[in-house]
Structure formats: C-alpha cells, structure tokens
C-alpha cells in the first residue's frame, strides 16, 4: 500500500501556529519545539518531533513573517520493513534504533555497544542569525552540539558538530559529519566536480535516482580528482516525464560546499521515499578517531544555500558569500595581487643573479608579488634530493635570501617563497638522519613517488621540526607569502597509528599541520 504523499512530506509546508521574531534581514524563529532561520531569499525550519528527534521541515524561499511551518512529526514505518527512525528524516542522526539510511554519527563505545540514538535536549544560544542546539543519546554520555548559522545577505547557511564524550571510558568515532541536508520528493538533478591535474573541473551533472551518490577524496587532502561541492536543481514545470528544467537562470537549485581540506565525503542519497538527503564531513573510510574522556571532537563546516534564478544564481550567492566572510580581510577583500611565480623560467636553477634579473622584468610588467620557486633549498638541485632540509643553498645564495627580498622590495613588489614541509627526499640529510619520521607500514615497502616520501606529522618530534623551520624562515626573512605546494603521493598510507596518539595518522594529515601553522605563519606574514 503506498503511504499519500501528504504523509509523506509532512515535514513540508501544513497548519500550524508558529511565533515569528522578524527583522529586516535575517531572523530566528521558534516554538518550544520549532526553530526558524530566515535570510537573503531563503528560510530554513526544523522542530523537534514526538519522539525527541530533530526533524526538518522546510529549506526553500523565503517565507512571510505571518506563513505556518508545521510542527515536526515523524513519518510511519515502511510495511513494516523500516521503522520511522529510518523513514523519517533527522537533522543529524545516529547510527542506531535499525536506522537504514546514511547516518551523520557512528560511535563505538567501550563495551562494543554501536547503538547511538540522539534526542533534543535544550537551546544552547540563539540569536537573529544563529542557534546552537544540544542533542544526547538516549542513554550514553555522548552529546552533540549542533551550530547554525545564517547570513543575511545571501541565506546560506553554515552548520557544524562537535561531538563530547562525557562517558567513563573513550569511545571510536566510525564516522562524523558536519551537517545533513533534506529536500522533499521530486525530480532533481545532481552537479558535481571531477577531474585530474591538467584536467580540473569537470562538471557532471545526471538525474538522481535510487540509491546514493558518493563524492569524497580519501587522500587526505583535496584535490583536482573531486571538489567538496554540490547542487542539486529541480524540476520547476513539476513534469513527470522529459528533461529536468532548471538551467543557469531559471528554477529551484540547492547547494552546498564543505569547509575541510582533509579526506572528505559528501553523501547524496535517494531514499525510498522518493526524498533526497545529503551527507557531509569527515570521510569514514580509515578514520577510527578515538574520543577520550572529556574530549571533544569538532566537524568542519557544511555551507548551504538555496536560489531560485538556477545555477547561475547559486553561483553568484556563493561567490558573494565567500568575498564577504571567507577571503583574507573580509567583508572588503583587497584584490588579489598579480603574480610572478619562477618555476617555468628557471625551475630548480635558482641563484641570486638570475631571480635579481627575473624580478627587473616581473617589476617592469606591473607585478605585485614575486616568488621564488623549488631550488633555493638544501641540495635541491632535481626532484631526487634535498627536500626536507630547510636550510638556504649558500652555493645559490652566498648571502642569504636577504639580498634578492631587498632587491624585490626595492622594484615596489613584496615576496613570496615555495615550500613543501610534509615531503621528504630519500637522498637528504633529514631522511637519513630520521628515516622513521616518514608515512610507512613496519616491515612492508616505503610507498615512493615523485623521488618523494611523506612525513609522519601525528608524531609530535616531526611538527616540532616542521614548526621550528617554518618559524626560523619567517621570522628570520620579510616573506609575505608562502606557496605552499601539497604533492602527497603517499597519503594512502595515512590509516597507520601514530604510536604516540593511538590515533589514525588520517586524523593528522597535511590539512591539519596547515591549520595547526597557520598561526606560525600568521604571526610573521602580513594580511
């Protein structure tokens, strides 16, 4: 028997009564049991159901002051193969209770108990343009706050977890989202971006049907090979049958972009009710993070944006949302400087006469900034040696780097310097000093590439030595920026356990040294 489809989105637009606090541009609104975001041309609304689960009930157009949102009630079991907790959409779920669709949290406590059942418990803040909730399992000590927030202009939404273990003994984190996303039935089309070096951004688009789409990278990085973004367009003729007619300008698109530049996964999932939820984080595959006592675990953002003038639309609200809060110096960015990088003039042949001379000719062209490339380094003289020895080549700079900043200086352009601090060549002084620094499995082959290894930063001698080069080299030299280039080959080896953490090397990849040092280079380099 097939269930009507009021029941079936019920967590769509019905009766109800709802309280508005409004302002001009973006608003909070709530029930005891019922919560509202308005901004730019977009509302979102969740509640809190009969069965404790926070629910959503609306992300779409702005609604009026006055409109009704109803109150969150979970759908019926499927003909009893799929009990409500599966059926019915959840803003963050837990794996547990037989829940059959993607789960935003998967836990394994101590006693090898994996089920994880969250229920609302109270308002953390709330304020026109956010809210913070705190959702607890059922009977275990694991809370979750959930945080949202709106912005004003162009309605895009930026949620996020941390997820606290106030149990006795620590738990495994199987798998963290940030945020989960849900649209009501209809047919959709999902965009999405692929690609390989030299062949980035590739746009796929292709209707959603049954079952899941996965984009994710497991890297440990981001990459050319997918992009942590998405849209999803629908139909705005409600046809049944032909193309699904939303285009660059015109009808529905949903979209979101994940804020993480470690190993990532977005879901988007198809369910048997015809609904479409998406799922994005932490990417499950080899994470194992295991929580202690009192820890906490915090989730990148997940942003989310509606526009109803197509893809094009879409686009326009995110760039403007990323000049306005993302980009250095926000909400008023400076351009961008122009660039003068050295790589395919000189390559590895670096020496002060020759960047001396590059840069006259950079300065004559109108360049704002000018870097200097691989080579300056070590014994860096190819890709086979030198990498991980960060100290200047005096045979290619006898007097330092001083002499060629000044001389960058003196053109009217500042200066900027490559370097590479997670890789490692075999052939350096810091490999064969600390050949057990490096990513490798005890006993099976070093997983070689580019000439290249990758150091072990979850070992905390190896961020010692990385912080230290990194904040002699600014500290000693007026860079103002750093190109920082990411080439690690070897990160499928990023599972194996840190000896000094207990924790998956993945939970310690490239990403997190470059947030763990954006404070290093922080201090020293001018925003």
Known sequence: MKISLKKRVSYVLSTSILLTLSSAG??????????????????????????????????????????????????????????????????????????????ALKVTFDDGNRDLVLHFVRIMQSSPQSIDLQLKDISREIFVTLRYSIDPETGILARSADIENREKKQVVIEQAAAAQWTLPPARYTLSYLTGRWAGEWTLNQEPIHGGARVIESRRGTTGHQANSWFAISRDSGNLTTGAIAADEEHGEVWFGALGWSGSWRITVEHTQLDAVRITGGFNPFDFGYKLKPGEHLATPVFYGGYSDHGLGGASRLLHHFEISHILPQAPDPKPRPVIYNSWEATEFSVDEAGQMAIAEKAASIGVDRFVMDDGWFGQRKDDHAGLGDWYVNT?????????????????????????????????????????????????????????????????????DYVEGFLDKLLTENDIAFLKWDTTATGLSLVGIRSPSTSRSASTWSSSAISIRYSGTCAKNIPK
């Open 395 to 463: 045979e290619k700079f006898p007097h330092g780097l001083k002499p060629l900043i000044d001389k960058v200086h003196s053109l009217g352009m500042d200066f900027g310097l490559w370097v590479e601090p997670e890789m490692v060549n075999p052939n350096s002084d810091l490999y064969r000093k600390h050949p057990d620094w490096v990513l490798n499995f005890p006993g099976r082959p070093r997983s070689e590439s580019r000439n290249q290894l990758v150091l072990n930063l979850a070992r905390p001698d190896v961020r």
């Open 26 to 103: 973006s608003t909070t609104a709530q029930t005891a049991q019922i919560f509202r975001l308005d901004g730019g041309n977009s509302t979102y609304a969740f509640g809190v159901n009969e069965r404790g689960e926070l629910q959503p009930l609306y992300w779409g157009g702005r609604l009026g002051a006055h409109d009704i949102v109803p109150p969150a009630h979970s759908l019926p079991e499927m003909a009893s193969f799929d009990s409500p907790y599966t059926t019915t959409p959840q803003e963050y779920a837990g794996w547990g209770a037989g829940l059959f669709t993607e789960p």
